[in-house]
């Protein structure tokens, strides 16, 4: 499945969260999330730009896998793949039987929306700060995923730094 979405850093989530009331949407969950990365024992992912991540909630644990980026202009596309899992701790001490390293800790709370169907994330990530995520819900064509991540930014009126890297870039960025 390809996942399209854009990430946009804002000065302040409070806007946000007042544009989409006055929209009458309301939040679908507020998570603390826990990503754990990982890298191969066999490859670099910063080299080929995938990640592989263990995410832990208050609601429970997903394995995920990310493909290499695709070039869209401001839209950040690759391939995803999820599966739920149950004792994030167990599989992570697993994967580091089998070589893989730790790479870092992305922390964050996010909010979630659904606007038009598109997902809406306001994320504070630690060390980061505040970002929303606009993302296409899966199963749409790349143009139909473009346009409708378009409409929904300009409905919500955002504004801010749009950027294609991931939480984790960015923290190893800061290393």
Do not use: C
């Amino acid at each position: 499945m390809m996942e399209y979405e854009v990430k946009i850093r804002v000065r302040d989530l409070g806007t946000v969260r007042a544009r989409l009331a006055a929209l009458h949407v309301s939040p679908t969950s507020r998570l603390t999330e826990s990503d754990l990365y990982f890298n191969a024992p066999t490859r670099d992912f910063g080299t080929t730009d995938e990640a592989l991540r263990i995410r832990a909630t208050e609601k429970g644990a997903t394995l995920t896998y990310k493909g290499p980026k695709v070039g869209l202009t401001g839209v950040k596309a690759r391939e995803e793949v999820i599966v739920p899992v149950t004792g994030a701790d167990a599989l992570a001490g697993i994967l580091e039987r089998l070589g893989f390293t730790r790479t870092a800790m992305v922390e964050k709370t996010r909010e979630s929306y659904v606007v038009e169907g598109a997902f809406v994330a306001l994320d504070l990530v630690e060390g980061l700060g505040p970002f929303v995520e606009i993302e296409a819900p899966p199963g749409l064509s790349e143009d139909e995923a473009v346009a409708l991540i378009a409409r929904v930014r300009n409905l919500l009126n955002m504004q801010g730094e749009e950027t294609t890297l991931s939480y984790l870039e960015m923290i190893l960025a800061t290393r």
